[in-house]
């Protein structure tokens, strides 16, 4: 199966050298990304190097496109990917909240969108509740003052992170809210909606906790199948709004597309 990366942030990068290791029945078919020189440099010091590829050149040479870029970016490789029946792993699912047109659009050319588990655990769980009925959905997540830097919420209320000297909580509400004012942030809580009741009625708790070095999430889920908590303390990677397990996950979901044996719903 041929794998095209877009973008080369901690996760593009995390799985370009996966790839380049060794995974059974998986091959890197090509890289785009923003920066054509610093990629190339990139690429030429993997064992296999691979091409950097216009967009349209990548999806005719992959069978499988990971977007590892932004919410902005998704707006023109979701259409494109999907329109060449191509599956698309999305990284940065927020984009994905009240896009069914992409949904319809992959469907209609037989190809799926794929959502890694990113940072969090628990979705498996969270899936098998939503068969039945599932009453609430709630995230609380704490992290360094520093890995919400640049999000459109800090900038607009003018919240100075550096003075930030105790838990402070930053911001409270739905999903959909959330994604917007944090799309580098809470891809976590996007995929737990989508797992679960919706973007609308999943419900996060934000907070900035100096001193703190590991981005911390405790997830509460009640319904008719009983009560589900997930806690889980990711350390950051080189980038501090992105969790090692981010990247960890994404190879885990494109080994998992050609392993003869798949756990989990």
């Known amino acids: 199966m041929n794998v095209g990366i877009v973008g080369l942030g901690v996760i593009g990068r995390a799985v370009c050298r996966a ?13 785009t990304a923003r920066d054509r020189e610093k990629a190339e440099r990139f690429l030429a010091a993997l064992r296999a190097p691979a ?3 216009s967009l349209d050149d990548l999806i005719h040479a992959s069978h499988v496109v990971v977007e590892a870029s932004t919410q902005a970016h998704l707006e023109e490789i979701a259409p494109k990917t999907l329109k060449a029946g191509k599956d ?16 319809d659009l992959a469907a209609a050319n ?6 890694p588990s990113g940072a969090i655990a628990g979705l498996d ?17 704490r992290k360094p003052p520093r890995g919400l830097a640049g999000a459109p919420w800090i900038e607009a209320q003018q919240i100075n992170l550096d003075a930030i000297t105790e838990e402070t909580l930053i911001f409270e509400g739905p999903a959909t809210e959330a994604c917007r004012a944090f799309p580098a942030n809470v891809n976590v809580l996007a995929a737990l909606s989508l797992a ?16 703190q070095k590991m981005n911390k999430h405790r997830i509460s889920v009640e319904g008719e199948f009983g009560r589900l908590t997930i806690e ?8 501090p709004r992105t969790g090692k397990l981010s990247y960890m996950s994404t190879i ?3 080994k998992g597309l050609v392993a003869s044996l798949r756990v989990g719903t």
Do not use: H, Y
Not at 89 to 102: K, P, T
């Open 19 to 31: 790839l380049d290791e060794g995974s059974p029945g998986l091959r890197l078919s090509g890289v």
């Open 51 to 53: 091409p950097f590829l």
């Open 88 to 103: 698309l792993v999305v990284l940065s699912c927020g984009g994905l909240l009240g896009r069914q047109d992409w949904v």
């Open 110 to 115: 037989r190809c799926r969108i794929l959502v």
């Open 125 to 141: 769980g969270v899936k098998g509740a939503r068969v039945g009925a599932i009453t609430s959905v709630t995230m609380e997540t």
């Open 196 to 211: 679960g009741i919706g973007p609308e009625k999943t419900r996060i708790r934000l907070f900035a906790t100096p001193e």
């Open 232 to 239: 889980i303390e990711n350390v950051p990677s080189e980038n």
């Open 252 to 254: 885990a979901l494109l």
